[in-house]
Nanobody, 115 residues
Framework: QVQLVESGGGLVQPGGSLRLSCAASGSIFSRAVMRWYRQAPGKQRELVAT???????NYADSVKGRFTISRDNAENTVYLQMNSLKPEDTAVYLC?????????WGKGTLVTVSS
């Protein structure tokens, strides 16, 4: 069983930065594909960024050049560094782990970008 706990969300002004963390329990972290999703009110869940077990990354077009996903396998943690934040980045950000065919989800952390 894997448990994911997100942290680091909050209120930030447009143009600001936040760093989200997702701490994972369990022994499969280093072999799992890790993803950040987000869900804004009234909108569908959106895939934001992916990091594979080998460290390859991929991003949604809407965040390319502004967000960076990284992982620390020694700490069982995945990060999302978010820079140049925009009001449209406001959402609940959820951590996801995929191992074999099983998906694990955290409960999310709220990011609000507003002046």
């Amino acid at each position: 069983q894997v448990q994911l706990v997100e942290s680091g969300g909050g209120l930030v002004q447009p143009g600001g930065s936040l760093r989200l963390s997702c701490a994972a329990s369990g022994s499969i972290f280093s072999r799992a594909v890790m993803r950040w999703y987000r869900q804004a009110p009234g909108k569908q869940r959106e895939l934001v960024a992916t990091v594979t077990s080998g460290g390859d990354t991929n991003y949604a077009d809407s965040v390319k050049g502004r967000f960076t996903i990284s992982r620390d396998n020694a700490e069982n943690t995945v990060y999302l560094q978010m820079n140049s934040l925009k009001p449209e980045d406001t959402a609940v950000y959820l951590c996801n782990a995929i191992y074999v065919v099983v998906n694990y989800w955290g409960k999310g952390t709220l990011v609000t970008v507003s002046s």
